[in-house]
Every structure is written in structure tokens, then in C-alpha cells.
């Protein structure tokens, strides 16, 4: 009997193990918690191409939009840890979410675990040409001669482009009136009309309209100029230093995804993300590549939620 055991105990791991070494042999989906078209679908098949032919299996993206991302995020939570579910979180789902909206269905320290950070891009605080400011100095004395006025967008509450705006206003002293969206086109498009004065967007997104004259920078919010802005000034040499605000984007997996595949996507989208293609390709529109490991991911993630859940405390934003 205990020979008969010890058989049926080898045998149960050498399963394991061979399945563990079979993966991936279905499909991979990446779930992007946005509609298609945006940055993090971008990301998500940049990755899911290059990932398709370093596994030699396809893996597709499927976009479950919805609720500031709450609904992909909360499809995605519901999936086995097998490795054939991945998330593109952007930051917002990853540090603020479960501080902005009550009684969410998923827990994002214990339902999902880090792979890797992807792309991480400035913000850059912009205004409709209309407004006739250049600088800082200019936008807070506009902002507070014109209260009635002074509007701001963002893709919707919980935003970092939101978030941002809460910012300048504890920092300055002044306040914009926000005006959510549901997605960044339609606020860039309002912001494009005038209808919109203020807003803080990611360079990867504004530079274009900077360059072509449509939108009047302000400053970076970052601690260096922005390579593909480098006249603009950052909001610490206009001044106010705290107002700091990268948009970024990171690779997760469900927790509990057996090590072995976890360690093989971790090199796998590493070396994606620091191939010299994948940095031009950001290089080229705006972006820092990154490439991290699941340890530094996990780090920043919570250097992050401290940083932007106390500034949610401070300026009183309740959860919906």
C-alpha cells in the first residue's frame, strides 16, 4: 500500500509538472479593462504580438470596458490562475480604484500579482490656445480671476488626469472645476473646441496637438523635461514641485499562477519591453519603456497607492 501511495504521489506530480512545462498550449488572453483604441489596448497588442512569437502561441486582447475599468478588472479576478489570463492595468485600477468606489468585488493586493511594468509617460498640464496663458504663473492668476470659467477634463473620476487637477488645486491653492468623461477622446475633442480650458494629459497623447499648435503647454508634471517637449518647463522650475504625475501601464496575472509559468512571462515581457524596437516605437511617440521585475513592480505600485490615496484624503473625494 505504501509503495501502491508513494506511486500515485509521483505520478500526480510528474502531471503537474508536465502541464506546467506544456504552458501554453491554448490561447492567452491579454483582458483590457478599456475600449479598444486607447493607449492601453495599444500597449496590450504591441505586448500580445511580440508574446505570440516568443511562446508559440497566439495570445489576443479582449477589451472588457467599462465602470473606470472595474468591469475588466472584475472579469479578470474571476479566471483561473493558469497563466492563459492576463491583465493591461493602467495605474488608476492598480493604486486608487478601491479608494474612489465602494463595495468593489475584487481586491487588487490579493486577487492579482505583478509581472512586469510596461510603459510609464509624463503628464503634461495643457490649455485651449483660447485661454492665453503660457506658464504657470499665468494659469493659477487666470484660474483665480475666472472661477466661473476655469474647467478641466479627464477620461472620468479616479483618472490620473483627475487626480492631477486635485493636485494643482492643493498645491496652488486655487480650484478647477472638473468635468469627467467617459474616455479621453471626448475630453480631448471638447478640449480641442474650447469648450474644455484646462487638462492634464499624458505626453504621449498631448505632444502631437502641442507641436501642431492646438494645445498651449503649461508645464511637465515631472522631475526633468520631457525629451519630446524639452522647452516646456517641468512644474518644479515653475515653482511647485509636489505636482508630480506619470501615467503608466503594467502586465498582471492572477494570484496564485504557478511559479514557473510567472517567471517565464516576467523574462519573456522583460525583454520585450528593453528590446531596442519596443524603446524606439515609445521613443518615437512619447513614452519610457520599462521592464520591471515582479519585486520593483510591486514596490512602485504601493509607493504609488500611498502617494495618490492620501492626496484623495486630503482634498475630501468621497466613493461613489
Excluded: C
Excluded at 25 to 47: F, H, L, S, T, W
Excluded at 279 to 302: C, H, L, M, N, Q
Amino acid at each position: 500500500m505504501k509503495r501502491w501511495l508513494t506511486a500515485l504521489a509521483l505520478a500526480a506530480f510528474a502531471s503537474m509538472a508536465q502541464a506546467q512545462d506544456a504552458w501554453p498550449n491554448k490561447v492567452i488572453r491579454i483582458v483590457v479593462p478599456y475600449p479598444a483604441g486607447g493607449i492601453a489596448d495599444k500597449i496590450a497588442r504591441e505586448v500580445a504580438q511580440d508574446l505570440t512569437r516568443r511562446l508559440g502561441q497566439s495570445v489576443i486582447v479582449e477589451n472588457r470596458a467599462g465602470a473606470a475599468g472595474n468591469v475588466g478588472m472584475d472579469y479578470a479576478s474571476k479566471q483561473p490562475a493558469d497563466g492563459y489570463t492576463l491583465v493591461l492595468a493602467p495605474a488608476s485600477n492598480m493604486t486608487v480604484n478601491d479608494a474612489l468606489f465602494k463595495n468593489l468585488s475584487y481586491d487588487i493586493h490579493k486577487d492579482f500579482a505583478p509581472i512586469s511594468l510596461l510603459i510609464l509617460t509624463p503628464q503634461v498640464l495643457v490649455a485651449h490656445p483660447g485661454v492665453g496663458v503660457r506658464n504657470m504663473k499665468e494659469a493659477v492668476a487666470y484660474i483665480k480671476a475666472n472661477p466661473d470659467k476655469a474647467n478641466y477634463g479627464s477620461p472620468g473620476i479616479g483618472s490620473f488626469s483627475h487626480l492631477a487637477g486635485e493636485m494643482l488645486g492643493f498645491e496652488t491653492g486655487v480650484k478647477l472645476l472638473h468635468v469627467p468623461y467617459q474616455g479621453q477622446a471626448p475630453a480631448i475633442n471638447d478640449l480641442l473646441a474650447g469648450t474644455l480650458r484646462f487638462m492634464f494629459v499624458e505626453v504621449i497623447i498631448g505632444a502631437p496637438h502641442i507641436k501642431a499648435g492646438k494645445f498651449t503647454p503649461i508645464a511637465i508634471a515631472n522631475t526633468t523635461r520631457a525629451p519630446w517637449l524639452p522647452e516646456v518647463l517641468t512644474m518644479g522650475e515653475s515653482g511647485y514641485p509636489n505636482i508630480q504625475v506619470a501615467s503608466w501601464y503594467g502586465l498582471i496575472a492572477r494570484s496564485g499562477t504557478p511559479g514557473p509559468v510567472m517567471t517565464r512571462l516576467t523574462r519573456e515581457v522583460r525583454e520585450i519591453m528593453r528590446s531596442p524596437e519596443m524603446k524606439k516605437r515609445y521613443d518615437d511617440i512619447g513614452a519610457y519603456t520599462v521592464g520591471s521585475s515582479p519585486e520593483e513592480f510591486d514596490v512602485y505600485i504601493r509607493s504609488e497607492t500611498a502617494k495618490w490615496q492620501g492626496l484623495i484624503k486630503k482634498v475630501g473625494i468621497q466613493p461613489q
